[in-house]
């Protein structure tokens, strides 16, 4: 069968299965200018991705423990064109709660579908639950999101996120130059190499 046909009848089969169109709860990347607001909790993370010439997303799929309400926290803010990201603080504001990194996800910029969705391997730091209290902010690490097909990579997913740990000192400073206004607030990094 001609490689066209089969990826034309992927699509279709994806698209008659309403896997497509699966929309999530996407939580914006906070402006720098907003101020803390003591009811809130705040989800921090530094974020890089390769280009890709397609209208391609990527997010941490956060999940309350207590509710399994998910929420999903993006690979810093979405550009009008696609471009590469590097080392880009961003954050989100959650209800106070216990939660932690389920999965990771991709996602179309054009209309906020969700594409994929790839597990975290459940025993690694990335997956450990983490408090929010009101007030304060967890910095749950630095994601890399590569495409595979640089690599020699070929057929499933092209994508693969990696997280590496950041020293407290980096994050501190990262986050005080992104956010001023939250420089004073309690913070954890789980993550953080002391």
């Not at 939580?27 to 720098?32: E, H, K, L, V």
């Not at 690979?75 to 932690?100: H, S, T």
């Not at 730091?125 to 994601?143: D, E, K, Q, W």
Request: charged content about 15%; overall charge neutral.
């Amino acid at each position: 069968m001609n490689k066209s046909l089969c990826i034309a009848s992927a699509l279709f089969l994806l698209l008659q299965s309403g896997c497509a169109n699966n929309r999530f709860p996407f939580q914006p990347i906070m402006d720098s200018t907003q101020s803390p607001e003591p009811a809130s909790g705040y989800v921090a993370g530094m974020f890089s991705r390769d280009w890709n010439p397609s209208k391609l997303g990527f997010g941490l799929v956060i999940v309350n423990t207590a509710t399994a309400e998910e929420y999903v926290m993006p690979f810093g803010v979405e550009a009008v064109l696609p471009e590469k990201v590097i080392d880009e603080f961003g954050m989100i504001q959650l209800p106070p709660g216990e939660y932690r990194i389920a999965h990771w996800l991709t996602y179309s910029t054009e209309d906020y579908g969700q594409l994929t969705r790839i597990a975290m391997p459940p025993d690694s730091m990335a997956a450990a639950p983490f408090v929010l209290a009101p007030g304060s902010v967890v910095f749950v690490g630095s994601y890399v999101a590569r495409n595979r097909q640089n690599n020699g990579s070929n057929g499933g997913n092209p994508w693969s996120v990696h997280h590496q740990r950041l020293t407290l000192q980096t994050v501190r400073k990262g986050l005080s130059n992104r956010y001023p206004l939250f420089s004073t607030q309690p913070m954890l990094c789980p993550s953080c190499i002391e």
